[in-house]
């Protein structure tokens, strides 16, 4: 299992549930806009509408990951996918998994889900 396989299992629901919370609930944008805008169904926008944001939070804390740094991120990720800025929403995305990866957060998650990893470094030297 490679890192990007965690963040993709782990993380990014996670991460696109609490956008399309606040697209849904800040911006007052539709579901099947929200579903364009995040490249999921308008099915999964509804489930993610369900979710209670806080306890989303909670988990990804429990993963190791720093709330206040979470809302920062879906925020600005938020705000540019609220004026249509796809583009600047997966370079903040991406900016940011990567710095979870180089600064090894997602190091104690990636072992856990994937025991025959051991101590690897990959991640921290890339």
Do not use: W
């Not at 890192?3 to 993709?8: A, I, L, N």
């Not at 370079?91 to 990866?101: C, D, E, G, P, Q």
């Not at 180089?102 to 190091?107: A, I, W």
């Amino acid at each position: 299992m490679l890192p990007y396989d965690v963040v993709g299992r782990y993380l990014l629901p996670r991460l696109r549930c609490l956008v399309a919370n606040r697209l849904l609930r800040h911006y007052g944008l539709s579901q099947l806009k929200v579903s364009k805008l995040l490249g999921v169904s308008q099915a999964m926008v509804s489930k993610y509408s369900s979710e209670d944001p806080d306890r989303v939070i909670k988990e990804m804390s429990s993963m190791g990951l720093d709330p206040e740094e979470v809302s920062y991120v879906v925020f600005t990720v938020s705000e540019a996918l609220s004026r249509g800025d796809v583009v600047g929403y997966e370079r903040t995305l991406i900016a940011y998994i990567n710095s979870l990866l180089s600064r090894g957060v997602l190091c104690h998650l990636h072992r856990s889900s994937y025991p025959p990893i051991g101590r690897c470094e990959v991640c921290r030297e890339l």
